[in-house]
């Protein structure tokens, strides 16, 4: 899979042609009378026409390469890490559905949807997929022409992580992909450091606001992103140069010798903390003793770390597990 500039009117001509022309065939039906039909001479061409679209389809779908994790996973240096390669453009914490898009803006002069959702008439879900997906198209072809290539950094934390349940509404990846190929990289970071972060940060956005219950949509978001290769934050802060080649071999992008000498130049939004362009080790900061004593109660909380591999024992180094 390549990038290239795809070309959606002539290709979606090209298949209504093709299911005109296919379903026109004169052939006779299943009571011998001849008339307008898919099946010829004996030959039913249902399965080459649907196999025909699907081709067509896939082959002029361009790579979109995405990025997802939760807020206070090391995110941002993992992402401002990626916009550090090659002719690479990060766009970050995209999401079209976002609940923070009502919130009033003082000044947005290029963002149509922040404003128009700022409005007393927002638009519905169907015109924002519409004007997101217009101008994700254009900017997606204008970038290509110009040899760079687009990364979306998704805002999970919209989808999985407000109010008392996670959204039930379309994912980036699904909203993207009637268009073109995602190829979708998933970050993680030990829970428990990720969960006393967000309270640090008074971002716990959630009800009820337990670890128990973040852990439930921790698992519910890699529920929703099951075979999607997962790059551990730890890993990458104990092995930086290989992590990145293993990214950027997924995300089909050219790895720079200097990426790292360029983070200073690269801010991105969703920074919770980080200062410094270091990538290192850093001790975990302290266990509040409200979120201690959730620790040894959550049947979530449990069953996270073992699936990401972690221990769930506070006392462990999440670096050394």
Same mark, same amino acid.
């Given at each position: 899979?390549?990038?290239?500039?795809?070309?959606?009117?002539?290709?979606?001509?090209?298949?209504?042609?093709?299911?005109?022309?296919?379903?026109?065939?004169?052939?006779?039906?299943?009571?011998?009378?001849?008339?307008?039909?898919?099946?010829?001479?004996?030959?039913?061409?249902?399965?080459?026409?649907?196999?025909?679209?699907?081709?067509?389809?896939?082959?002029?779908?361009?790579?979109?390469?995405?990025?997802?994790?939760?807020?206070?996973?090391?995110?941002?240096?993992?992402?401002?890490?990626?916009?550090?390669?090659?002719?690479?453009?990060?766009?970050?914490?995209?999401? /079209?559905?976002?609940?923070?898009?009502?919130?009033?803006?003082?000044?947005?002069?290029?963002?149509?949807?922040?404003?128009?959702?700022?409005?007393?008439?927002?638009?519905?879900?169907?015109?924002?997929?519409?004007?997101?997906?217009?101008?994700?198209?254009?900017? @997606?072809?204008?970038?290509?022409?110009?040899?760079?290539?687009?990364?979306?950094?998704? &805002?999970? &934390?919209?989808?999985?992580?407000?109010?008392?349940?996670?959204?039930?509404?379309?994912?980036?990846?699904?909203?993207?992909?009637?268009?073109?190929?995602?190829?979708?990289?998933?970050?993680?970071?030990?829970?428990?450091?990720?969960?006393?972060?967000?309270?640090?940060?008074?971002?716990?956005?959630?009800?009820?606001?337990?670890?128990?219950? @973040?852990? +439930?949509?921790?698992?519910?978001?890699?529920?929703?992103?099951?075979?999607?290769?997962?790059?551990?934050?730890?890993?990458?802060?104990?092995? /930086?140069?290989?992590?990145?080649?293993?990214?950027?071999?997924?995300?089909?992008?050219?790895?720079?010798?200097?990426? +790292?000498?360029?983070?200073?130049?690269?801010?991105?939004?969703?920074?919770?903390?980080?200062?410094?362009?270091?990538?290192?080790?850093?001790?975990?900061?302290?266990? /509040?003793?409200?979120?201690?004593?959730?620790?040894?109660?959550?049947?979530?909380?449990?069953?996270?770390?073992?699936?990401?591999?972690?221990? /769930?024992?506070?006392?462990?180094?999440?670096?050394?597990?």
């Amino acid at each position: 899979m390549t990038d290239k500039v795809p070309d959606f009117k002539k290709t979606n001509a090209l298949i209504e042609s093709v299911l005109e022309r296919m379903s026109g065939v004169t052939g006779r039906n299943s009571n011998g009378q001849t008339g307008k039909s898919i099946q010829a001479d004996g030959l039913d061409l249902s399965d080459d026409l649907d196999a025909l679209q699907a081709t067509v389809t896939r082959s002029t779908k361009p790579l979109l390469r995405t990025v997802h994790h939760f807020a206070c996973t090391g995110g941002t240096l993992l992402s401002r890490s990626i916009a550090a390669q090659p002719n690479t453009v990060l766009l970050s914490e995209v999401d /079209p559905f976002s609940p923070h898009l009502e919130t009033k803006t003082k000044f947005a002069p290029a963002d149509l949807i922040r404003q128009t959702q700022s409005s007393i008439r927002p638009l519905s879900e169907a015109g924002l997929e519409r004007t997101f997906m217009a101008s994700l198209q254009g900017m @997606y072809e204008a970038t290509i022409k110009s040899g760079r290539h687009i990364v979306l950094r998704d &805002h999970t &934390h919209s989808h999985f992580c407000r109010g008392t349940a996670p959204a039930e509404r379309t994912m980036l990846i699904e909203l993207v992909s009637d268009y073109f190929e995602p190829r979708p990289l998933v970050t993680v970071r030990h829970p428990l450091d990720s969960f006393i972060s967000l309270s640090a940060n008074s971002w716990i956005t959630f009800a009820p606001g337990t670890l128990n219950e @973040y852990a +439930r949509r921790y698992s519910a978001f890699l529920d929703a992103y099951e075979g999607i290769l997962i790059v551990r934050y730890e890993d990458f802060v104990l092995d /930086p140069e290989l992590i990145i080649q293993r990214i950027c071999a997924h995300f089909e992008l050219s790895v720079s010798r200097s990426w +790292r000498e360029h983070l200073r130049i690269i801010e991105l939004s969703g920074d919770s903390g980080r200062t410094s362009d270091s990538i290192e080790p850093r001790p975990r900061r302290p266990l /509040p003793p409200e979120i201690a004593e959730q620790v040894p109660e959550s049947a979530e909380y449990e069953a996270l770390c073992d699936r990401l591999s972690y221990s /769930p024992d506070p006392a462990d180094d999440p670096f050394k597990v």
